[in-house]
């Protein structure tokens, strides 16, 4: 695949067009930062974290599920550190009053605004806390004060022994959670990719002290694989281990899954290994104690947690720009999402050839029956190429053709998006050709 010129503009368009995300409150001019997922969005994005939820939670005897509310306690906030410490450093422009975190102003640059170009406009810096502040009741004051969660993280902190007993768990073990979280970010940007409300994906493996190295690497490991079998290719990312200035002060080793977005190699997951500081913390804070008794070995500690937290919306948005391409098919420009089909919005789109000899109704009852297993999509309009690249740039990985052949032996083509091959299948056998096509997919490079 070759590099694509002006890759984001035209991947917002294709989204705005095909219903994969748009713009949030658009008519209103749009709110920055936030955006809505349209009808394959919601698709794609609710595979990625299925997928993720199979292989952290449900093929795993080790890991379990929690859905947190958004709103806790504002004492986990002030134990995790977040109300003191959960800040950016920014600076304002006096003159185009535009905002700036501090790390975006080069250092040759101090003083000067990199919007409006306008030399000692900058005031000093002053931090800014990334929480969203609401109140709780109908009395805004600040004994009332709670926030939006800024990471899911905390949710499963302060229930590990609710989940532990209930689950009948023992270390090392693990929980997982998808939800929203929030933060007022200072500058977002870059489409989805930093925005003020996202969702993560997010799971933290309690171990004993001492074998927490042991576990960081395996849980390296295993992540990075997991976006292989997404389908992003592997030469587009990479491990970025934090330096001392980056990690969290108290967290023993701390590496980002990095890929290479057309602004540059970003951030996709972080793998964290963060020692016993959050449930000491919340045992200070709390005054629970929140150590655990090992009744085999007759030893007890604060356990030591590795965290593994992925952006669900940074990666649909990855997924997205990992699988565009722009080919020429018999010398007409296509673009196409190589999406692997275990994500893809739309399995299977079904055609009849023309609009009339039958075709129509052998199509309708091949489009209903598959309609039972997986999402597939029926169009009769327009040419065949013109379909079939409708699908292609929607990532539908297989397109079904009910043609004259058809009629007579009961056999329809099955073309594949990404090889354009096609091949004559039986239509009583088309379920396990396509959930075996499915199954055995591999990305092309
Ligand atoms: N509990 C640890 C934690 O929250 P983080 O590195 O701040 O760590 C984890 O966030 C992941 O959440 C990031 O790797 C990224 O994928 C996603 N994320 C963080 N801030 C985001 C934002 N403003 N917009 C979209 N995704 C974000």
Known sequence: MAAIKNLMDKLVGLCKRRGFIFQSSEIYGGLNSCYDYGPLGVELKRNIKDFWWKAMVQTRDDIEGLDASILMHP??????GHVANFT?????????????????????????????????????????????????????????????????????????YNVMQAARQRIPFGI?????????????????????????????????????????????AQRIQWYDT??????????????????????????????????GWKELEGIHNRTNYDLTKHQEYSGKDLSYFDDTTREKYVPYIVE??????????????????????????????????VIAPIKAGVFPLVKKEGMPEVAEK??????????????????????????????????????GQTLQDQTVT????????????????????????????????
């Open 75 to 80: 004492k986990v906030w002030e134990a995790s």
């Open 366 to 403: 091949i489009y209903h029956d598959l309609k039972k297993h997986f999402p597939v999509f029926y169009d009769d309009g327009g040419a065949i190429g013109r379909r079939y690249r409708r699908m292609d740039e929607a990532g539908t990985p297989y397109g079904i053709t009910v043609d």
């Open 88 to 160: 950016d450093p920014m600076v304002d422009c006096k003159v185009c009053k535009a905002r700036f975190r501090t790390d975006e102003i080069k250092p040759e640059k101090a003083g000067q605004c990199p919007r409006c170009g306008n030399k000692d406009s900058l005031t000093d810096a002053r931090n800014f806390n990334l929480m969203f502040k609401t109140y709780m009741g109908p009395i805004e004051e600040q004994a009332n004060v709670v926030y939006m969660r800024p990471e899911t993280a905390q949710g499963i902190y302060v229930n590990v």
């Open 176 to 220: 997982a959670q998808i939800g929203k979280a929030f933060r007022n970010e200072i500058t977002p940007g870059n489409f989805t990719f930093r925005t003020r409300e996202f969702e993560q994906m997010e799971m933290q493996f309690f171990v004993k002290p001492g074998t927490d190295m042991e576990w960081f690497e395996y849980w390296k």
């Open 308 to 341: 593994t937290s992925a952006g669900c919306d940074r990666t649909v948005l990855t997924t997205l720009i990992d699988a565009y391409d722009e080919d020429v098919i018999e010398g007409e420009a296509r673009t196409v999402l190589h999406l692997a089909p």
């Open 230 to 263: 997404l389908g992003i290719r592997q030469s587009k990312l990479h491990f970025h281990e934090h330096t001392p200035q980056e990690r969290a002060f108290y967290a023993a080793a701390a590496f980002d899954i990095e890929y290479e977005f057309p602004f």
């Open 414 to 445: 099955v073309r594949d998006r990404d090889s354009l091959a096609q091949t004559r299948v039986a239509s009583d056998k088309l379920l396990p050709f396509i959930q075996e096509k499915m199954a055995g997919y591999k990305r092309m490079e």
